[in-house]
């Protein structure tokens, strides 16, 4: 059984680095054609994609949050860590890993974790 | 950088089809996946490669792509299907999501 769990601090001040940990059951993060996303989600509003990893380490980033996301992988704890630095009001979100399958014909998320509420404040 | 267009909401009568549209340049050229998110819940996979279903996703969820437009369309709708969904595709390495369309089911 696939499963994936967000974790992280519930409240970050302005300014500050935030850190998600995203940790996986169920499949190994050194498969083929497997990888990692992070997508957030602020409150009444739509998806927004951050952030991915595969497990050949090929990374690619949101080109308008490029500057302030960092993402990494530890296959050996199969957990993806998400950094966003300068956090503002804006980020304040829940934000969901996702496991991606890369197909001939196209990636698609298929599993995806519970979330985690971060709200940024003062 | 690419953009997705879902009308905001729609409405649909228990048993009878909802046709959710996705609009973006030249659309047909890429693959299309679409995901439902109930209220309170984490998004779910419902169509993936623009007409293909994942294992335990009913059969009256269909998918399409043609032109500059995908389709999402629900046949029989239950109430169980009203939820906000989101069309995906990718624009070279970056995933772009769709603004969302709430389904109400009345």
């Known amino acids: 059984q696939v499963t994936l769990k967000e974790s992280g601090p519930v409240l970050v001040k302005p300014t500050e680095t935030l850190t998600l940990t995203c940790t996986v059951s169920?499949?190994?993060?050194?498969?083929?054609?497997?990888?990692v996303t992070w997508i957030r989600q602020p409150p009444g509003k739509a998806l927004e994609w951050l952030a991915h990893i595969f497990s050949n380490d090929e990374k690619s980033y949101n080109t308008s949050l490029k500057n302030r996301l960092i993402i990494s992988k530890d296959t050996s704890k199969s957990q993806v860590v998400l950094n966003l630095t300068n956090l503002g009001p804006v980020d304040t979100a829940s934000y969901y890993c996702?496991?991606?399958?890369?197909?001939?014909?196209?990636?698609?998320?298929?599993?995806w974790g519970h979330g985690t509420q971060v709200t940024v404040s003062s | 950088s690419y953009e997705l267009s879902q009308p905001a909401s729609m409405s649909v009568s228990p048993g009878q089809t909802a046709s959710i549209t996705c609009s973006g340049d030249?659309?047909?050229?890429?693959?299309v996946c679409w995901y439902q998110q109930r209220p309170g819940q984490s998004p779910v996979l419902v169509i993936f490669?623009?007409?293909q279903r994942p294992s335990g996703i009913p059969e009256r969820f269909l998918g399409s792509n043609s032109g500059n437009t995908a389709t999402l369309t629900i046949s029989g709708t239950q109430p169980m299907d009203e939820a906000d969904y989101y069309c995906?595709?990718?624009?070279?390495?970056?995933?772009?999501f769709g603004g969302g369309t709430r389904l109400t089911v009345l």
């Open positions: 490669q623009n007409r």
């Open positions: 169920g499949f190994s993060l050194s498969s083929v054609g497997v990888g």
């Open positions: 996702a496991r991606i399958s890369r197909g001939f014909r196209g990636s698609y998320f298929d599993s």
């Open positions: 995906q595709a990718w624009d070279k390495s970056t995933a772009v």
């Open positions: 030249n659309l047909g050229e890429k693959y």
